[in-house]
């Protein structure tokens, strides 16, 4: 992947977790919030709705922002703020009246699909029907775009892009070599996958690599286009002019920009900060007996949640370790039988939850733990009030936790590990304890601002 590629990328996804941190930070105590494993909206909501859920479908009016995580969020009605997703396919086939910012496998634009404002993607493949039509400009990175009318500006890293109507800006776009087959189609994997009764996913058009174009597209702007070769016969549908840059790149190696330690660490403590400060917002809001239990036990059993959490690490690796046997089993000495596939797809999937768990519970959740016990402290240093704001005394103590963790081998790794650890470990006594107990009543806390 070239360096306009990958910056492109990290732009996209930078804005998109930024906008969505803010978003988060901002009221959620009045929004609407759904969480289920099908979420259908058929009455009209007059706030915002923050939604989690398997599929999440939206056939009425939203008058505010919908953020969105799940499997597939589909709009048949109408919302009139931003759109935000993070998920495996974004289905529009109503309208959006403001912003789109989305990430997942597919983003797809129905015929009677309208966005107003700005698009901003990153996944597999973003396609636009013919009659759907995007109002302000595309700012998009991925395997493929198929796009339609847009009546901004157009701004592509990706495999191949195909125009099939008219762009009313200008387009910038960083593509592959014209001619090459077509980046792999995982809607068709998904649908494969997917359990009888779930939505369907549409069928992804597939593109040559390059810029390509159909029938009646047209830019009325400026066309700047760097790939290894250029495409044929851009200029017949470009009004204004058009500028090749033939980005080289010698047999066998990799074209690369050396990266400062500056900007390396610059990156990794943002990226730290906003998914911990994600994460413990929604589990503040959604989990606050969970995240109470174990931020008890983290503080007050480290040795004990030390040895869970070793205990932890070698039955996780024990059961991937036989979770990997048992998909060779299945794949390639069990007989070819109609049970295969969905033992397999079970097997995956159960592979995959465990590996998504594994993850949350040693490299995110720590990271939260240690802003929750690092907060209180570090905020009364900058606020002498009583009372500890719960967001604000978990976003400092983030800070802080970030920063640290950001330091190569120090931080990336050795309190890393033993974050990770002791988080785990947290995890699994307070389970453990609770399921020993019986109880399921939640402390009366509001939210884990331990300050206590």
């Known amino acids: 992947m070239s360096t306009g590629k990958r910056w492109t990328l990290a732009v996209a996804g930078g804005l998109i977790a930024l906008a969505l941190a803010l978003l988060v930070i901002s009221p959620v105590f009045a929004a609407e919030t759904y969480q289920d494993d099908e979420i259908v909206i058929d009455e009209d909501v007059y706030d915002d709705v923050y939604a989690i859920g398997s599929d999440i479908i939206v056939d009425a009016t939203v008058d505010g922002d919908v953020v969105a995580f799940g499997r597939t969020l589909t709009i ?74 847009v009546d901004g500006n157009v701004y592509v890293s990706t495999g191949g892009v195909q125009f099939n109507g008219v762009v009313g800006g200008d387009v910038n776009a960083e593509v592959e070599a014209p001619g090459q087959s077509a980046p792999f189609d995982w809607t068709a994997l998904m649908r494969g996958m997917q359990p009888p009764g779930e939505q369907a996913l549409p069928s992804v058009t597939q593109i040559p690599s390059g810029i390509s174009f159909g029938e009646g597209a047209r830019i009325e702007g400026d066309l700047s286009y760097a790939s290894p070769e250029a495409s044929e016969g851009v200029e017949q549908i470009v009004s204004g002019s058009v500028e090749f840059t033939q980005r080289l790149q010698e047999e066998g190696e990799q074209e690369r920009r050396p990266i400062s330690g500056w900007v390396r660490f610059i990156g990794r403590f943002v990226g730290i900060f906003v998914v911990a400060l994600l994460l413990g917002v929604l589990l503040q809001q959604l989990a606050p007996e969970f995240l109470h239990g174990v931020y008890t036990t983290f503080k007050e059993r480290p040795l004990a949640s030390l040895g869970a959490g070793v205990l932890g690490y070698v039955v996780y690796f024990l059961l991937a370790g036989l979770m990997l046997v048992a998909a060779i089993l299945v794949l390639f000495v069990l007989p070819a039988t109609g049970i295969n596939a969905p033992l397999f797809r079970g097997i995956t999937l159960a592979g995959m939850s465990l590996q998504v768990a594994f993850a949350l519970f040693t490299r995110w959740l720590p990271v939260v733990l240690l802003g929750l016990l690092i907060g209180p402290p570090a905020y009364r240093l900058i606020n002498k009030e009583e009372k500890i704001a719960p ?58 601002a331990p300050g206590r």
């Open 76 to 149: 048949n009605g109408t919302v009139t703020g931003d759109v935000m997703f993070f998920g495996s396919a974004l289905l529009i086939n109503g309208t959006v009246e403001d912003d789109v910012r989305a990430a997942g496998a597919l983003l797809h634009i129905a015929g009677d699909g309208v966005v107003e404002g700005d698009f901003m993607g990153a996944s597999a493949t973003l396609e636009m029907e013919p009659g759907s039509r995007i109002g302000g400009d595309v700012l998009y990175g991925g395997g493929q775009a198929v796009l339609h009318d």
């Open 391 to 448: 967001f604000w005394s978990l976003a400092v103590g983030l800070l802080i936790v970030s920063l640290v963790l950001a330091i190569p081998i120090l931080g990336r790794f050795l309190l890393a590990l033993l974050a990770g650890i002791l988080g785990l470990g947290a995890v699994i006594l307070y389970l453990w304890a609770k399921r020993q107990s019986g109880q399921s009543e939640a402390p009366p806390v509001e939210a884990p």
